[in-house]
């Protein structure tokens, strides 16, 4: 078995997969993407190749010794937003709260001691802390942790100012990821720049005071931001602070008894 099968919980028999939840710490990542329109020069599956690979990029950094699997990819997320540009694909929210569920109940069953959704998609950031919050409540010996993929400090760092706030979706960060970690995927010769228009004073598209909002009100080609001057050395050194961000709070929450738990 190879070190990546070592890490694939999809890949142990039962009984293996019976110990490892018996171990202290144990520990289940499930990468969370969605396959929705990204311009007109970026895949469908953009956010789920990005949290597949930087997980996997994640798992090999750690040591073997620690108690983590992973299971494959979801791809089926929560966009509705993105209707409207040719295809793109989405379930109801009550779809994606019962497929948490149906991962998280297994793992809770068999011992496991923690669920991380490991998300790449902006989209569903509230919903699967939703999910999260009700899985765990139904199941509180299961720690839940719902984590998304560009939540690192400093690495927006990286990306110039105005794009820093407008590039929302198929701009520079995410065109130039693609560029360093699928190069063949990216269709630089048909990418648009369509910044978002600027909300009212105390307004935002995302973060604090956020709207609700659809592309197609912001974005005519599905682009929402610049992706003009992205490079695959710029995606090298976003790739390089998601991973290096990402080991150190997995290693940091594998050395831990967190979350609390009553006995």
Do not use: Y
Request: some cysteine.
């Amino acid at each position: 078995m190879t070190p990546e099968q070592h890490r694939s919980l999809h890949h142990l028999s039962w009984p293996e997969a019976k110990r490892a939840a018996a171990r202290d710490s144990s520990t289940v990542v499930v990468p969370w993407g969605s396959l929705e329109q990204h311009g007109p020069h970026l895949p469908l599956g953009t956010d789920g190749l990005f949290a597949e690979q930087v997980l996997r990029q994640v798992l090999q950094a750690l040591p073997s010794r620690l108690p983590i699997w992973s299971l494959p990819l979801q791809s089926l997320g929560f966009a509705p937003e993105h209707k409207g540009f040719g295809i793109s694909f989405t379930q109801p929210a009550e779809a994606l709260l019962a497929q948490v569920e149906a991962i998280a109940e297994p793992l809770a069953q068999a011992g496991f001691r923690r669920l991380v959704l490991f998300n790449g998609h902006g989209g569903q950031i509230s919903l699967l802390d939703v999910a999260a919050r009700q899985v765990h409540g139904r199941h509180p010996r299961l720690g839940l942790h719902a984590w998304f993929l560009w939540d690192v400090e400093g690495v927006m760092d990286l990306i110039p100012d105005p794009e820093r706030g407008e590039g929302l979706h198929a701009g520079l960060a995410e065109t130039s990821l693609m560029l360093h970690m699928a190069p063949e995927l990216v269709q630089l010769r048909h990418a648009v720049a369509e910044p978002p228009p600027t909300p009212p004073a105390g307004l935002t598209l995302e973060g604090r005071c956020p709207s609700a909002w659809t592309t197609g009100a912001l974005s005519r080609s599905g682009t929402v931001g610049t992706p003009h001057g992205a490079t695959a050395s710029l995606g090298a050194a976003l790739h390089q602070k998601l991973v290096q961000g990402w080991t150190a709070t997995f290693t940091a929450l594998l050395h831990s008894s967190w979350p609390p738990r009553r006995s």
